[in-house]
């Protein structure tokens, strides 16, 4: 029999532990898939003495997780730990130092190392490999770096977290407000007790961060991801969105814009007909554009213990082949710094909904600003007549700059009719 390929599992939470369930249920097909058997010699977590629900006594337990890059004779460490720093860190470093092979799940991770990391890797000759830290059981890295690596790729939309979909969604299927889909979330186990790297579209941006990377060969930079999450979405925006024939979607948007890169994560109408828009509930999509593949999209479940060890093993079945390809599909030293767009350059339409007092001039006053901007105005609704009280006016515009907009919005706020800054959200009609 071939030599096993030896592995080390740190972390035994949701996503270990998945891990060690398909490796134990599907030990002969993986080894036929592999030409050899997957052989977990360790395995680490913090609390030696918790059960998790599987039978873990083959294994050796080491106790100082970081150890684990040490061992006598392991292949690969999986690092499923989780945090861009501490043990995460020093391991997947310590291991790649020691030219073993890492496989992760951890975004935040690569997001914020990944450059320092491949090029430890590279130097080694061995692999840093992420499948599950972008979508989970949807093998988007793969496509983007393999599959799809004949393409010049101009962009790339995606729907990139299950928990912000799920209360989008929500909100739209119940008519609730934001505050209590999250509630629902939580209770069912989408959403995390402190959700905010959810929420404000952290988890999101590191997740785009990576898949601009591979699209187009450039280290990934964090720190510039533009990121609005979905705690200023209401229930009225849900329900505008709906008549003009959108829905509300938290995208993460990667765009080559002239040679310069859009990396963002903002809520966006998108349209109906859309392929995007059929994505619901906490499933995500990650829509590519190619100038050769055209607009293929991957859909499937981000998140939960399957999906995401299902592409972690799939990971670990690349390196047991012998497979091995560049972190970010070319090689690092080869990866190109970002040059970002200017946010203020962004041309898009957009959605303003105005809170304001009911009263007449105020149409006429907000219109004027918007003329001194050049910014022409395509529809507008409003919802009855509330004379001297409050209500809501939505306008969506035609292609106008960010900066414009930004502007223009400053100068409304100042109305005395205005009661709240404008909601200022992108309509994406072209996807
Ligand atoms: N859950 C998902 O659906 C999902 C999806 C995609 C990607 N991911 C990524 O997968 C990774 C793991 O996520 P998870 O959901 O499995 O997390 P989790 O359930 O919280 O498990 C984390 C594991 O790491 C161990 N751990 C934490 N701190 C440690 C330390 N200082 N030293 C040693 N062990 C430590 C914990 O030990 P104890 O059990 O002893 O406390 C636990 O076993 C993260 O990077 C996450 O972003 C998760």
Wanted: hydrophobic share 40%.
């Amino acid at each position: 029999m071939s030599k096993s390929f030896r592995i080390g599992i740190a972390g035994l939470g949701t996503v270990g532990v998945g891990v060690v369930k398909i490796i134990q249920k599907n030990a002969d097909l993986l080894e036929q898939r592999c030409g050899r058997p997957i052989e977990i010699i360790c395995v680490s977590a913090r609390s030696k003495d918790k059960d998790r629900g599987v039978d873990l006594s083959a294994y050796e337990w080491v106790d100082n997780t970081e150890d684990m890059a040490g061992i006598d004779g392991i292949d690969a460490v999986v690092e499923l730990v989780g945090g861009s720093e501490g043990v995460a860190y020093s391991l997947t470093k310590q291991a790649l130092e020691n030219g073993v092979h890492v496989v992760t799940a951890n975004k935040a991770l690569v997001a914020n190392h990944g450059y320092e990391l491949a090029s430890l890797a590279e130097g080694r000759d061995v692999s840093l490999s992420y499948e599950a830290a972008v979508a989970g059981g949807i093998p988007v890295i793969k496509a983007l770096r393999e599959g799809f690596a004949a393409n010049r790729i101009s962009s790339i939309y995606g729907i990139l977290n299950g928990t912000c979909n799920y209360i989008l969604t929500d909100m739209r299927e119940t008519g609730a407000e934001f505050e209590d889909s999250l509630v629902e979330a939580q209770e069912k186990g989408y959403a995390e007790a402190d959700p905010s790297f959810d929420i404000d579209g952290v988890d999101a941006g590191h997740k785009i961060c990576l898949l601009a990377s591979i699209a187009f060969g450039v280290k990934p930079e964090f720190s510039a991801v533009r990121m609005t999450g979905i705690r200023r979405i209401t229930g009225i925006d849900i329900k505008f969105a709906g008549e003009l024939g959108y829905k509300l979607k938290l995208l993460g948007i990667a765009r080559d814009q002239g040679g310069k890169l859009n990396i963002s994560v903002e809520p966006c109408l998108v349209p109906n007909s859309s392929p995007l828009a059929a994505i619901e509930d906490v499933y995500n999509a990650v829509f590519i554009n190619g100038d050769f593949v055209d607009t293929p999209l991957l859909t499937g479940r981000g998140a939960g213990e399957g999906p995401t060890a299902s592409a972690v093993v799939a990971d670990i079945i690349d390196l047991a082949r012998g497979f091995k390809v560049p972190t970010f599909g070319i090689p690092a030293d080869k990866l190109k710094d970002p040059v970002f767009i200017d946010q203020g350059e962004i041309l898009a339409r957009y959605y303003l909904r105005l809170s304001v007092v009911d009263q007449p001039g105020v149409i006429a006053d907000v219109s004027a600003i918007l003329r001194d901007y050049n910014i022409s105005i395509e529809s507008m609704v409003q919802h009855g007549r509330a004379p001297g009280q409050a209500v809501s006016v939505v306008m969506t515009t035609h292609k106008t700059k960010y900066i414009d907009i930004e502007s223009s919005c400053v100068l409304i706020a100042e109305l005395e009719t205005l009661l709240d800054f404008p909601c200022v959200m992108r309509l994406e009609d072209e996807l």
